[in-house]
Nanobody
Framework: QVQLVESGGGLVQAGDSLRLSCAASGRTFSSYVMGWFRQAPGKEREFVAVISRTGIIKHYPDSVKGRFTIYRDNAKSTVYLQLNSLSPEDTAAYYC????????????????????WGQGTQVTVSS
């Protein structure tokens, strides 16, 4: 089992950047594929980024590709999400999640594939 705690959210202006962090404790962090999702009010939870156990493979949806970067530090049991060029459409609660999936990291994009979730951190972007 793994416990996840996100941090780094806040209120920023359009065009600004933020770095979200997700600290893990419990079972070996490097054994999990890690993902980030977001959920805006009244909308379904949306996949944002995924990273393989080694950190080599990363995958993003078109909506954030080129603006968001996921990376991990297995020595610190932490996964990060760098958010650049933020827009009001990026306003949402952001969640990190851990998956024990044995498939490709690039295919681990569905929320149901993740067994562990953090409590979320709010990102609000003003225009």
């Amino acid at each position: 089992q793994v416990q996840l705690v996100e941090s780094g959210g806040g209120l920023v202006q359009a065009g600004d950047s933020l770095r979200l962090s997700c600290a893990a404790s419990g079972r070996t962090f490097s054994s999990y594929v890690m993902g980030w999702f977001r959920q805006a009010p009244g909308k379904e939870r949306e996949f944002v980024a995924v990273i393989s156990r080694t950190g080599i493979i990363k995958h993003y949806p078109d909506s954030v590709k080129g603006r968001f970067t996921i990376y991990r530090d297995n020595a610190k049991s932490t996964v990060y999400l760098q958010l650049n060029s933020l827009s009001p459409e990026d306003t949402a609660a952001y969640y990190c999640a851990a998956s024990s999936s044995t498939g490709s990291a690039t295919a681990t994009t569905q929320a149901g594939m993740y067994g562990y979730w953090g409590q979320g951190t709010q990102v609000t972007v003003s225009s």
